[in-house]
């Protein structure tokens, strides 16, 4: 006979999904990218592109450093938490990119990195 199993009672971590849009380019787009492009976060670390997408490397590596912080629920004061533009480190281009919260899920703390 098997005994009854508890609960699971390991601590969970509350993160969002996140997308990070195109939201305007104000200079000329030498990448090739367009308003309306994006790339997904989601499950706390997998990057994701829509089929057939690309995201410039530069863009991204903009916006990589406020990811984990934008997965968050922050403070009401936190400037992060009412920020949410980013821009394109090309002056040429002038890219304006927002961080979106699209979803938030519940995961086991033990299963992040």
């Given at each position: 006979m098997t005994?009854?199993?508890e609960p699971d009672q390991s601590p969970r971590t509350q993160l969002y999904d996140?997308?990070?849009?195109v939201e305007r380019i104000e200079g000329r787009s030498v990448?090739?990218?367009?308003v309306g492009d994006r790339i997904d976060l989601v499950q706390s670390s997998r990057l994701c592109l829509p089929e057939?997408?690309?995201f410039c490397m530069y863009a991204l590596q903009?916006?990589?450093p406020l990811l984990p912080a934008k997965q968050r629920q922050l403070p009401p004061g936190d400037w992060l938490e009412r920020d949410d533009l980013?821009?394109?480190p090309d002056p040429d281009e002038r890219?304006?990119?927002?961080?979106v919260r699209t979803g938030i899920r519940s995961m086991k703390t033990e299963e992040l990195t």
């Open positions: 005994e009854p199993q996140l997308s990070v849009v990448c090739g990218m367009k057939g997408g690309h903009a916006v990589m980013v821009a394109c890219l304006i990119m927002r961080i």
